[in-house]
Every structure is written in structure tokens, then in C-alpha cells.
């Protein structure tokens, strides 16, 4: 897998976390719990695409 297309789907999943986030907080029903865990994968995507960036500048 290419540096890029490894970038595009990293950021394809950062993209789906930040949806099913915002659908987990619509819905009350939603444990807090699986809120946070969602952000952490999303921050974790986040800090691997930029540290994927910085190594090809």
C-alpha cells in the first residue's frame, strides 16, 4: 500500500469515527463510555495521519 492511499484511508476512518460520534450523541441511549472511546480512536487516527504527514515533508 502506497503512502498515500495508506493517508486516504486513514482518513476515510477518521472521518466514520467522527460520524458514528456525532450519531452516538443524538441518542441518549448511548453509554458515555462508548463516546469516549469513539474520540480516542478518532485522536489516535488524528496523531497517525499527522505523524504519516510530517514524514513526507
Do not use: C, F, W, Y
Request: aromatic share 0%.
Amino acid at each position: 500500500m502506497s503512502l498515500a492511499s495508506h493517508l486516504d484511508e486513514l482518513q476515510r476512518k477518521h472521518g466514520d469515527i467522527e460520524r458514528e460520534i456525532d450519531n452516538a450523541m443524538n441518542h441518549p441511549s448511548v453509554d458515555d463510555l462508548e463516546i469516549v472511546n469513539l474520540k480516542r480512536r478518532k485522536l489516535a487516527l488524528k496523531d497517525e495521519i499527522e505523524k504519516l504527514r510530517a514524514t513526507t515533508h
